[in-house]
């Protein structure tokens, strides 16, 4: 059965899922993050791309980000990907693939959905039971948003800085966002979109 064509909508964030191949981890310890971070920052900034999210879990990736040009999203993720592919094969001397072959992607067309997508992004590791609040875990872009430290890496939609016309203000807003838990039906949204490369809020 031909698998479903990838959704791609000009101008619109996309919510990506790169998962470890058969689910295994593809990350081992502190320096290995770094190091696919790096290969984000790079090949976003050689391919246009803006991250606005991120997590990093140990078997899988997602991020929130938008493209100048979305056909250069492939490109992109293969880049990132075969980059740190090689590189954790060689720090562990193996070979072998770490991803799956295709990394999931879901147009977020509905803005409402844009802050609910930084918000199921920033708490998979509660939803994991891996952290009590999302503040406590290191790899996911939560400490930028929320304006904890300053993370480089992160570019702000306009839905983030609508929060606040001041900084301060708007980090106030953004961590209040964390307080209740998502409403579950909006989880199930954001899933769905995403096991069938179908756009949010259609």
Same mark, same amino acid.
């Given at each position: 059965?031909?698998?479903?064509?990838?959704?791609?909508?000009?101008?619109? %964030?996309?919510?990506?899922?790169? /998962?470890?191949?058969?689910?295994?981890?593809?990350?081992?310890?502190?320096?290995? =993050?770094?190091?696919?971070?790096?290969?984000?920052?790079?090949? !976003?900034?050689?391919?246009?791309?803006?991250?606005?999210?991120?997590?990093?879990?140990?078997?899988?990736?997602?991020?929130?980000?938008?493209?100048?040009?979305?056909? *250069?999203? !492939?490109? *992109?993720?293969?880049?990132?990907?075969?980059?740190?592919?090689? =590189?954790?094969?060689?720090?562990?001397? @193996?070979?072998?693939? #770490?991803?799956?072959?295709?990394?999931?992607?879901?147009?977020?067309?509905? &803005?409402?959905?844009?802050?609910?997508?930084?918000?199921?992004? &920033?708490?998979? %590791?509660? @939803?994991?039971?891996?952290?009590?609040?999302?503040?406590?875990?290191?790899?996911?872009? =939560?400490?930028?948003?929320?304006?904890?430290?300053?993370?480089?890496?992160?570019?702000?939609?306009?839905?983030?800085?609508?929060?606040?016309?001041?900084?301060?203000?708007?980090?106030?807003?953004?961590?209040?966002?964390?307080?209740? !838990?998502?409403?579950?039906?909006? #989880?199930?949204?954001? /899933?769905?979109?995403?096991?069938?490369?179908?756009?949010?809020?259609?």
């Amino acid at each position: 059965m031909p698998r479903r064509a990838r959704l791609l909508l000009p101008g619109y %964030p996309l919510h990506l899922i790169q /998962r470890g191949h058969n689910r295994q981890p593809c990350f081992f310890q502190r320096s290995d =993050y770094l190091v696919y971070l790096n290969w984000v920052r790079d090949y !976003a900034e050689f391919y246009g791309g803006a991250i606005h999210a991120y997590v990093l879990m140990t078997n899988h990736v997602h991020l929130l980000a938008t493209m100048d040009d979305v056909t *250069m999203l !492939a490109p *992109m993720m293969k880049a990132i990907a075969q980059n740190y592919a090689q =590189y954790i094969n060689r720090r562990l001397g @193996r070979s072998g693939s #770490v991803w799956e072959d295709r990394f999931r992607s879901s147009p977020v067309t509905n &803005e409402t959905y844009l802050l609910t997508c930084h918000q199921y992004i &920033e708490l998979n %590791p509660v @939803r994991a039971g891996m952290v009590a609040h999302p503040g406590r875990y290191r790899w996911s872009s =939560y400490a930028g948003n929320a304006g904890l430290f300053v993370d480089d890496l992160l570019t702000p939609l306009a839905s983030y800085l609508g929060l606040g016309a001041m900084t301060a203000q708007r980090y106030g807003a953004y961590r209040s966002l964390f307080s209740q !838990a998502l409403d579950p039906a909006h #989880v199930q949204v954001i /899933r769905n979109a995403a096991a069938g490369n179908r756009q949010i809020g259609a």
